[in-house]
Nanobody, 116 residues
Framework: QVQLVESGGGLVQPGGSLRLSCAASGFAFRTYVRSWYRQAPGKERELVAAITSGVGITNSADSVKGRFTISGDNAKSTVYLQMNSLKPEDTAVYYC?????????WGQGIQVTVSS
């Protein structure tokens, strides 16, 4: 059974940090492009960061560059999103996605709220 399970979300004050995790099972996660998306209320889902299979080339949205870092642990079939210097505008539901040739999978999403 294919699963992507996110964890690590919650409420944090502006300037704080969180680390999201996405644990995969049921397929060869390491061979997929793994990414994090987010969706704020009333807005479209947007790509936050991605990491390729193989050598693990990363890219991230301009809005999070220098603050968020995506990384992967192939042995654990897990991808992480380290989020530092969080801002209220980072508040959203964050989703993990795995994209392969011809198919893709989504996690259920996890809430991140940045507020004082």
């Amino acid at each position: 059974q294919v699963q992507l399970v996110e964890s690590g979300g919650g409420l944090v004050q502006p300037g704080g940090s969180l680390r999201l995790s996405c644990a995969a099972s049921g397929f060869a996660f390491r061979t997929y492009v793994r990414s994090w998306y987010r969706q704020a209320p009333g807005k479209e889902r947007e790509l936050v960061a991605a990491i390729t299979s193989g050598v693990g080339i990363t890219n991230s949205a301009d809005s999070v560059k220098g603050r968020f870092t995506i990384s992967g642990d192939n042995a654990k079939s897990t991808v992480y999103l380290q989020m530092n210097s969080l801002k209220p505008e980072d508040t959203a539901v964050y989703y993990c996605k795995a994209r392969g040739p011809g198919n893709y999978y989504w996690g259920q999403g996890i809430q991140v709220t940045v507020s004082s």
